[in-house]
């Protein structure tokens, strides 16, 4: 009982490691020189490193942020992880993501951590908020925007789908967690809103 715990810390922590490799602030660094975080959002993560860096920053980040996330969830699966280790690593990858402690935990948004993380956790679902999100950003053509619709509509997923409690209260702190790391575009758009009724 006492190794299982200390194998569900070590790959808690692993998992935490793995998140706070932030992709875009060091593909900055290489490339261009500088923080990424002085300009445009503040975020390391792949929408912000693209404003810098142009498309191929945008992919490169996503790709490296997005094979975190599933990296971190398939040694959790490899090491026979129970279902709320695996829930909790997937939820320690994407803080490590948005709080990495080497960049003062000044990091990213975690959307591209929690897909590639979310792919290894629950394919299915997966797939199905992407099938809400594409029609989304392609109106709006906004992907801030299309986020936040979505993220909310994770735990809503889970219970449609009739996943697990733990599966559905994962999707729950991960909907939080997201729009917390997203207030400022929240805000951002809640002031657009007031702007357009009064």
């Keep these: 009982?006492?190794?299982e715990l200390l194998a569900d810390i070590l790959l808690l922590l692993t998992g935490y490691a793995l998140g706070c490799l932030a992709t875009g602030y060091y593909i900055v660094r290489h490339l261009a020189g500088g923080d990424v975080r002085d300009s445009?959002?503040?975020?390391?993560?792949?929408?912000?490193?693209?404003?810098?860096?142009?498309?191929?920053g945008f992919m490169l980040t996503f790709a490296g942020d997005c094979a975190k996330g599933a990296l971190a969830l398939l040694l959790a699966?490899?090491?026979?992880?129970?279902?709320?280790?695996?829930?909790?690593?997937?939820?320690a990858v994407v803080c490590g993501h948005i709080w990495p402690v080497q960049l003062g935990f000044k990091g990213g948004k975690g959307v591209s951590t929690t897909f590639g993380g979310l792919m290894v956790?629950?394919?299915?679902?997966?797939?199905?908020?992407?099938?809400?999100?594409?029609?989304?950003y392609l109106v709006s053509r906004n992907r801030e925007l299309s986020g936040i619709i979505v993220?909310?509509?994770m735990p809503v997923a889970a219970l449609l789908l009739g996943r697990p409690l733990v599966t559905t209260v994962t999707c729950l702190a991960l909907a939080l967690l997201l729009l917390w790391a997203h207030r400022d575009n929240l805000a951002v758009l809640c002031r657009c809103g007031g702007a357009g009724e009064s």
């Design 121 to 136: 956790y629950d394919p299915v679902l997966t797939l199905l908020l992407v099938g809400v999100l594409l029609p989304i």
């Design 1 to 3: 009982m006492m190794s």
């Design 77 to 91: 699966k490899w090491a026979g992880c129970s279902d709320l280790g695996f829930a909790l690593v997937l939820l």
């Design 40 to 56: 445009g959002s503040g975020s390391v993560g792949a929408t912000n490193v693209g404003r810098r860096l142009g498309k191929q």
């Design 151 to 153: 993220f909310p509509l």
